[in-house]
């Protein structure tokens, strides 16, 4: 569907997503019910700089780890009406090659508007411009590379934004949930949210959702680990970042980091993008 100039890791890794959870090739399905499976990934190392910084944590303004449950997010947000999803993973490979991913995601429902961004770099250097596909009136633009270097493709139609937000979030995924732990409350994008973390590695989880890190169960051995989950009060994962360091059987050092971000829930608007008269053309 798209050109031949998509990046090779952005396609690694929209096939990873799709792949997990069952989705198309431009925007993965997700499953919402409490068994679902999501795409793969992991988190960031650390959710308090994402946060900008939070509340001091009291448990005993919330329930225990024991009572961590989320509410179906295809209502919610479909009640909110519009919504930001990013969504990041940065990788170091068993050869020492880091590679990084973001994606952007905007979401306006009630004018039935999605705008998303795709970036990969390998070492710090551009893997051949960002990929941009902006969906309005039925119709998908996409926008391959930067400048006088881009090639621009439409078609009729376009994908689920709700499954493709949720299929970013990874808080149901692998039954990881069933061991976080209240760590407290804080406030992210505005919103009184509780903190769960799981500090014990879950090596099926970080080999299923990185990039560096391939191999059997057994093959990697975790240095350290972090994963954390911020809930609001309506039961929505707000953000999620996944981080870990490892040594595979044969030595070598590899790392990973993933993270999600929910914001502008019920505020986010999508503008039409100032490249899409030439996409039109």
Do not use: K
Request: glycine share 12%.
């Amino acid at each position: 569907m798209y050109p031949n100039r998509i990046p090779v890791l952005i396609v690694a890794v929209l096939v990873l997503l799709a792949g997990c959870a069952g989705g198309a090739d431009v925007a993965p399905a997700a499953q919402t019910d409490d068994t679902g499976e999501s795409t793969g990934g992991g988190d960031s190392a650390d959710a308090d700089e994402s946060t900008g910084g939070g509340d001091s944590a009291d448990a005993d303004e919330s329930t225990d780890g024991d009572d961590f449950e989320l509410s179906d997010p295809e209502r919610l947000l479909r009640d909110a009406g519009s919504f930001t999803v990013s969504w990041s993973y940065t990788g170091v490979d068993a050869d020492g090659v880091e590679a990084a991913v973001t994606r952007e995601f905007a979401a306006d429902l009630e004018t039935e508007r999605s705008y998303t961004r795709t970036t990969s770099t390998t070492d710090g250097q551009p893997d051949g411009g960002a990929v941009e596909q902006f969906v309005t009136d039925g119709v998908t633009y996409v926008r391959v590379g930067d400048g006088d270097e881009a090639t621009y493709t439409s078609y009729e139609g376009s994908t689920e934004v709700l499954a493709t937000a949720i299929a970013l979030s990874q808080a149901r995924a692998y039954g990881a949930d069933d061991d976080l732990t209240f760590a407290g409350t804080e406030t992210f994008d505005g919103a009184s949210v509780e903190r769960y973390e799981l500090s014990a590695a879950n090596e099926a989880l970080i080999l299923a959702g990185s990039a560096a890190a391939q191999g059997e169960p057994g093959s990697l051995e975790v240095t350290s680990f972090q994963y954390v989950v911020l809930v609001d009060e309506d039961g929505l994962s707000r953000h999620e970042s996944w981080s870990f360091s490892g040594r595979m059987d044969d030595g070598s050092e590899v790392s990973g980091s993933w993270e999600y971000s929910l914001t502008g829930v019920g505020s986010t608007t999508v503008d039409e993008p100032a490249w899409l008269d030439e996409a039109r053309a």
